[in-house]
């Protein structure tokens, strides 16, 4: 052989073992020979997960499996810790690329964007096998999210259920307490509000501006949202959606508020003491309570609700997620394993829930005396107890497939409303802009 | 003469392959499409064939050279265009593509999407306003740090060099956290009492522009200072000595001496940074997640929020990366035309 004919077949046999390193890359590890559809060959008891929150779901899941094991010897779970941003994406490029063997056997989905995956994806999710998991033992809100042409496709896992976290020191301070706060509607809440401010300094509510969570709250608590249930717009004219941006308005505008722009201001705000509550899914209680020098001032109640619009509740809910199964999972072995915990187990909430604050979606674990302690970080508040109490009452709303685009628009008309625009012409923008999106 | 002394030297070369190497010889003239067989180096041979052959060789060994790295960019890099151009004449959300009606539609689509012309026009901003600047920047600082008699030249050398180092997605996050409402650069601006309430920096329009050009200015400067300082070291001195003797000051050396011979260098930085300037996407995403109400977003933040934040769009996802594209290949053309004075 001479030199130009050995660099001759490297050069065409380079650039193709350089291509199979580069596609098995990803593959070698997972798919043993045999192509089984399992993403987990190894072992006939091991499931593999995703989910994102070391201290929360994914301890959650390991829990859980410890209790699985129980009944199960040999049951392994393995979970790669994805932040849900890094999930959606992966979750679009598999399917995109159709290499649904990579996925896991199950995946945490956030409650917003489980209609928007599975009408756009169907070939990544299982539906729950018939017999099985008893969707009557979570809040119908909560299930309606993961449904899908009356399929189930998720089980429901954390609450999202919105809570009024307030400082207690600082309402004393101003002469009020929470019960002052309780079951009120949002003038009432401007008005005292101010008077705290006046007082103390201290506003009550922050948050991220361009962000449109504490309008979408307020929205389903009137049981309200973007969508009709053709899954059409309804930003124009619609009469909810007027009224909250016309109290968000009144609220950044009477300082009661102050927003900031990213998250971490936002965490700071209230852990430096800045501002003296907070809005939001009971998940923030987690970031609350990393302010360890606050212990004992904090207390919750309901949220305030909308005046002068009918079907008005002072309940409401961010974010949650539950738990979806892979099309390429093992899947009985997945919904007995999520069945016989997230939905079948008080000894498993019960766990969870005074270490991880994991609060049940499944109705009949707050039966369990643990959700009735007080909680020392809330003065003594039995606050699980009263999570739960709230999360029976969140009227359902409907997000659709395009619940970020309408969110998203809402955001950009908010900002321009804060910044003048007429309200009507900016949502009439905001609607185009969706309709847009849709077509 | 140069003729039987050029031969000569080939055939010396071609020496030590006659025994192992007939089969070379073979081989490369039966490609060339010349059926009669190498002779034995010898009188015989006309004397333009070795020379041939030898060209011939080179040519198809600089081919092997090429050939790995050409085919794996057009596999790697041609062959995703040529499909991401497929997939923009397809319309759909997730897998449920169909081909668009008409083809073209995608394409249409873009001119009257407000958010697409809104993030153009933030592009364009950035572009117009941040390139001359930096540019400019970093031609002044390449010159005075060309200085001869220049101290600790290789410190600040580094010092403008090195944010080119830092991760682009990290220098984002640090400038966001400067620029927070409670952040570094309001704090300073109160106690030298030059503001009396924070400036919401990221929350106007106005100011987050601003902001994530000085964060481009900071990063980038440096970068394109180094290929400068690179081209100074080619400039002959005496060039400028003489325009020094002739009586021009230093403005007039830089204008007319020195920026003549670096324009070749100032054409492809200028490409360059348009390039990176149109594809720019870190900033926007991490210093101000495009907003306040997508004014300060870029083209490919809007291409990255059609694919994988919103309904996944990826058709008119990659309608839009086309547009970037051409957008690019006129930029670069123009500069060409105007900036080449070759020939």
């Known amino acids: ?439 | 003469m140069a003729g039987p002394l050029i031969a000569g030297r080939y055939r010396g070369s071609v020496r030590p392959f006659s025994a192992a190497g007939r089969n070379t010889q073979l081989s490369v003239t039966v490609t060339a499409g010349r059926p009669e067989p190498a002779s034995p180096a010898g009188a015989a041979t006309p004397r333009r064939r070795p020379g041939f052959r030898s060209e011939q060789r080179r040519n198809l060994t600089g081919w092997v050279f090429l050939i790995p790295a050409a085919l794996l960019i057009a596999w790697m890099n041609f062959w995703p265009m040529i499909q991401a151009f497929f997939l923009s004449l397809q319309t759909g959300r997730g897998t449920r593509l169909t081909w668009a009606e008409p083809l073209w539609y995608n394409y249409a689509r873009l001119f009257s999407d407000e958010i697409f012309l809104l993030t153009l026009q933030n592009t364009f901003v950035y572009l117009i306003i941040q390139v001359p600047i930096m540019l400019v920047l970093a031609l002044i600082l390449a010159n005075l740090l060309n200085d001869r008699n220049l101290r600790f030249r290789g410190l600040w050398r580094t010092a403008i060099f090195l944010p080119c180092a830092v991760g682009l997605v990290s220098y984002s996050l640090v400038f966001r956290t400067m620029f927070a409402n409670d952040g570094l650069i309001n704090d300073i601006l109160m106690g030298l009492h030059l503001i009396d309430s924070p400036v919401n920096w990221l929350g106007q329009t106005g100011t987050a522009r601003f902001v994530i050009i000085l964060g481009l200015l900071w990063r980038w400067t440096g970068y394109n200072m180094v290929f400068y300082l690179a081209a100074l070291q080619n400039i002959d001195n005496a060039t400028i000595e003489a325009a020094r003797i002739d009586g021009a000051g230093p403005f007039k050396t830089f204008w007319y001496v020195t920026v003549p011979q670096l324009k070749p260098m100032i054409l492809l930085t200028a490409i360059m940074s348009t390039n990176g300037t149109i594809q720019l996407f870190d900033e926007s995403w991490n210093l101000t997640q495009g907003g306040p109400a997508y004014t300060s977003m870029t083209m490919s933040h809007y291409l990255y929020e059609l694919s994988f934040q919103k309904n996944p769009n990826f058709g008119y996802a990659a309608a839009l990366s086309y547009a970037i594209l051409l957008i690019v290949a006129i930029l670069a053309a123009i500069q060409m035309k105007v900036g080449d004075k070759r020939d």
């Open chain 1, 1 to 439: 052989m001479n030199n130009a004919r050995k660099l001759a077949s490297l050069a065409v046999v380079l650039p193709l073992a350089l291509g199979l390193a580069a596609c098995g890359g990803g593959a070698t590890p997972t798919a043993e020979p045999g192509g089984s559809a399992t993403a987990g060959p190894v072992e006939a008891g091991t499931l593999t997960a995703w989910a994102w929150d070391p201290t929360f779901n994914i301890y959650a899941l390991e829990e859980a499996a410890k209790i699985y094991e129980k009944d199960h010897p040999g049951f392994k779970i393995e979970v790669a810790e994805t932040p849900w941003d890094d999930l959606q994406t992966k979750l679009t490029t598999l399917a995109q690329s159709r290499q649904t063997d990579e996925l896991p056997d199950i995946f945490l989905v956030q409650n917003n964007a489980f209609q928007k995956n599975v009408i756009n994806y169907p070939d990544l999710f299982s539906d729950y096998p018939a017999s099985g998991v008893d969707f009557s033992e979570f809040p119908q809100a909560v299930v309606d999210y993961s449904v899908v042409d009356g399929v189930n496709y998720g089980l429901p896992f954390d609450n999202g259920t919105a809570i009024n976290a307030l400082r207690t020191d600082v309402l004393k301070e101003a002469g009020y307490t929470v019960a002052d706060f309780t079951d009120i509607t949002w003038s009432d809440f401007i008005a005292k509000g101010s008077d705290v401010l006046a007082k103390t300094g201290k506003p009550l509510l922050s948050g991220q501006a361009g962000s449109s969570d504490l309008i979408m709250m307020m929205l389903q608590s009137a049981g309200a949202s973007l969508f009709d249930a053709e899954g059409k717009p309804t930003i124009t004219g619609n009469e909810p959606l007027l009224k909250a941006i016309d109290t968000y308005k009144q609220l950044v505008e009477s300082g009661v508020m102050v927003e900031v722009n990213s998250w971490d201001e936002y965490i700071g705000t209230f852990v430096n003491g800045a501002v003296a509550g907070t809005i939001n899914g009971v998940w923030i209680l987690g970031s609350v309570q990393t302010a360890k020098d606050q212990s004992g001032l904090w207390e919750i109640t309901n949220l305030p609700k909308l005046d002068g619009v009918s079907g008005a509740t002072n309940f409401s809910a961010n974010g949650g997620s539950s738990w979806a199964i892979s099309s390429s999972a093992n899947v009985e072995l997945a919904a007995d394993f999520l069945n016989s915990t997230f939905a079948g187990s008080t000894e498993f909430f019960d766990t969870i829930l005074p270490s991880s604050g994991a609060i049940a979606t499944w109705i009949p674990a707050g039966a369990s005396s643990v959700y009735s302690e007080p909680q020392e970080f809330f003065g003594g508040q039995p606050v699980f107890a009263k999570v739960l109490e709230f999360a029976a009452q969140v009227p359902s709303n409907n997000t659709g497939a395009y619940y970020y685009e309408g969110r998203d628009a809402v955001s950009a008309a908010i900002t321009k409303i804060l910044n003048g625009t007429d309200p009507a012409t900016a949502l009439d923008e905001a609607q185009k802009n969706v309709e847009f999106a849709m077509q």
